[in-house]
């Protein structure tokens, strides 16, 4: 709820202040293209503006990057591939990804409230967001010491042997939901594994990797990062078509990933998505019901419900759902919905207005269907905030599981509530969505709850707890969900190295 000891005109003047002061503290002085460790306009001379989604107002004006400008990245790329990057040892690339780690962590404070001026996420998420970017990189650091390949038994005369080789250069498309730990996830093992990368942003939050090339400009020899912001269609195809990169990763929308695909397909570069959810989130009957609404409230209204493993569809046993359900609605009204820069905040704005009005826009369709409203299914009545793009924590029950709103991912602070009492028909429903990201699971069953997470089609389940992201967890989905797995020595091994097989004649 919004503090309401200040008329509202005072608070939106105040929310205002907070921000232009904030940004004028912390967004950094290079916003160009990074290119060959150098700042360049866009070859076509474009510029785009990245807005604060609390204000409206525009935080920054970025380059619109163009083919020509990724042409240059990928070339720059190969150069210091070639160059300086091969020659690294495992041990010199250790050393600059510890580096990094150590700026993040100096620059933590400003990264974060960076992250949250251009997203909209409570500065206290974005706090965790830096904290896990430094740890991830960490992970990765140790993880180029244990690359390597096997010795396969071969029978007489035949010595076997695989290495695991780098690509060369890799290109990376982000998101806008977790802006830098994204970007960290992907350039985490990319270094680590030898390979160079060019990385093209969300439009709508390009400012914090950014400020991730100011502030490592140093530690990394030129070349070897390359970050080309821009839109989609005219720095990201371009990207994922190019011919001279040999790997593609996305994470974003199954409806975009579905393109790059085929855009990969045009030179047959190996493909790593991280994309959509609809994820279950599952209460039996034994679970400790204060616990249980914690964790509901962290599956679906954590980072503004913008997280692709949001528990958005809850199956809660019928013997306790009365009961969970009103405990879990008054916790979810209770909220702090306000300024994100603000340390009591818990829910801030979704990134842009255009997000705020699809999320309003699946509202009103289960609102249409006649479900019922538990919670929320608006925006905050508080003039302060009118400026801004929030939608109300919301709660819907009554809703078919067939609903567009159900079956299709809202990416906002929304959850459709289901009853069940048998097992099979719930685990049906559970997995009866194209999506498998992931699932949660609440009981003090250790057996049920083992049953469960492997009846469920998820790429990551998560037992009494949600949305714990650890370094070293390998995370990806099933079905639509997308292909391989990111975080962790799987990614580093499986899709940032390409095996070599050398088969020596002993005789
Ligand atoms: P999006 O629209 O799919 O965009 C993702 C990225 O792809 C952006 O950088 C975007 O550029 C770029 N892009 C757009 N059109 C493209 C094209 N034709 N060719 C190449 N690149 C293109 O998704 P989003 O709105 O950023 O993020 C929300 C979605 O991402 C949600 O559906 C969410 O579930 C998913 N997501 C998944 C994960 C995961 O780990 N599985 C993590 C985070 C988010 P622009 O900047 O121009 O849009
Ligand atoms: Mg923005």
């Known amino acids: 709820m919004a503090t309401e000891s200040q008329p509202s005109g005072d608070r939106t003047d105040s929310i205002s202040q907070r921000h232009r002061e904030t940004a004028a503290d912390v967004i950094p002085p290079n916003l160009k293209l990074y290119i060959g460790g150098d700042w360049v306009p866009s070859s076509a001379g474009e510029t785009f503006e990245t807005r604060d989604p609390t204000t409206g107002e525009t935080l920054a004006t970025v380059q619109a990057g163009t083919r020509e400008d990724i042409d240059r990245a990928v070339e720059a790329a190969w150069t210091a591939y070639d160059e300086t990057w091969s020659d690294y040892s495992a041990a010199e690339r250790q050393r600059v990804l510890e580096?990094?780690?150590?700026?993040?962590?100096?620059?933590?404070?400003?990264?974060?409230?960076?992250?949250?001026?251009?997203?909209?996420?409570?500065?206290?998420?974005?706090?965790?967001?830096?904290?896990?970017?430094?740890?991830?990189?960490?992970?990765?650091?140790?993880?180029?010491?244990?690359?390597?390949?096997?010795?396969?038994?071969?029978?007489?005369?035949?010595?076997?042997?695989?290495?695991?080789?780098?690509?060369?250069?890799?290109?990376?498309?982000?998101?806008?939901?977790?802006?830098?730990?994204?970007?960290?996830?992907?350039?985490?093992?990319?270094?680590?594994?030898?390979?160079?990368?060019?990385?093209?942003?969300?439009?709508?939050?390009?400012?914090?990797?950014?400020?991730?090339?100011?502030?490592?400009?140093?530690?990394?020899?030129?070349?070897?990062?390359?970050?080309?912001?821009?839109?989609?269609?005219?720095?990201?195809?371009?990207?994922?078509?190019?011919?001279?990169?040999?790997?593609?990763?996305?994470?974003?929308?199954?409806?975009?990933?579905?393109?790059?695909?085929?855009?990969?397909?045009?030179?047959?570069?190996?493909?790593?998505?991280?994309?959509?959810?609809?994820?279950?989130?599952?209460?039996?009957?034994?679970?400790?019901?204060?616990?249980?609404?914690?964790?509901?409230?962290?599956?679906?209204?954590?980072?503004?419900?913008?997280?692709?493993s949001a528990g958005s569809r809850l199956f809660v046993h019928s013997d306790i759902k009365d009961e969970f359900v009103e405990a879990l609605a008054s916790t979810a009204e209770d909220l702090t919905v306000?300024?994100?820069?603000?340390?009591?905040?818990?829910?801030?704005?979704?990134?842009?207005?255009?997000?705020?009005?699809?999320?309003?826009?699946?509202?009103?369709?289960?609102?249409?269907?006649?479900?019922?409203?538990?919670?929320?299914?608006?925006?905050?009545?508080?003039?302060?905030?009118?400026?801004?793009?929030?939608?109300?924590?919301?709660?819907?029950?009554?809703?078919?599981?067939?609903?567009?709103?159900?079956?299709?991912e809202i990416f906002g602070p929304v959850q459709e509530v289901f009853e069940w009492t048998d097992y099979d028909a719930m685990i049906e429903l559970a997995n009866d969505v194209d999506y498998g990201l992931a699932a949660g699971i609440i009981t003090n069953d250790i057996t049920k709850a083992y049953e469960t997470a492997k009846d469920v089609e998820a790429g990551n389940v998560w037992i009494n707890q949600y949305n714990a992201f650890p370094a070293g967890m390998p995370f990806g989905g099933y079905k639509q969900s997308g292909i391989g797995r990111e975080v962790g020595y799987e990614a580093l091994a499986e899709h940032y190295t390409q095996t070599k097989t050398i088969n020596l004649a002993l005789e």
């Open 99 to 308: 580096e990094i780690a150590a700026r993040v962590e100096e620059n933590r404070e400003a990264f974060a409230r960076l992250e949250t001026l251009d997203n909209g996420k409570p500065i206290s998420e974005a706090r965790i967001d830096m904290e896990l970017v430094a740890d991830h990189f960490r992970y990765f650091a140790g993880a180029t010491r244990v690359n390597g390949g096997e010795t396969i038994p071969s029978g007489d005369g035949q010595h076997v042997q695989t290495l695991r080789e780098p690509y060369g250069v890799v290109g990376q498309i982000i998101p806008w939901n977790f802006p830098l730990l994204m970007a960290a996830w992907k350039l985490g093992p990319a270094l680590a594994a030898g390979n160079c990368s060019v990385l093209k942003p969300a439009e709508e939050t390009p400012l914090t990797v950014l400020k991730l090339m100011n502030e490592i400009d140093d530690v990394l020899p030129d070349g070897v990062v390359n970050v080309v912001t821009g839109f989609g269609p005219d720095a990201g195809e371009p990207l994922a078509k190019h011919p001279d990169i040999r790997k593609i990763a996305f994470t974003g929308s199954t409806e975009v990933g579905k393109q790059v695909m085929t855009q990969a397909a045009e030179h047959v570069h190996d493909i790593t998505l991280e994309l959509g959810g609809k994820s279950p989130l599952i209460i039996y009957p034994d679970a400790d019901l204060e616990k249980a609404v914690a964790t509901t409230i962290t599956a679906i209204f954590y980072n503004t419900g913008e997280c692709c």
């Open 338 to 408: 306000d300024d994100p820069l603000l340390e009591e905040t818990t829910l801030g704005p979704k990134v842009t207005e255009e997000q705020a009005e699809r999320t309003l826009e699946y509202i009103e369709e289960a609102r249409d269907a006649g479900a019922d409203f538990l919670a929320g299914g608006d925006v905050p009545d508080d003039e302060a905030l009118a400026e801004g793009s929030f939608v109300s924590p919301t709660l819907i029950d009554d809703i078919d599981h067939d609903n567009r709103a159900v079956q299709e």
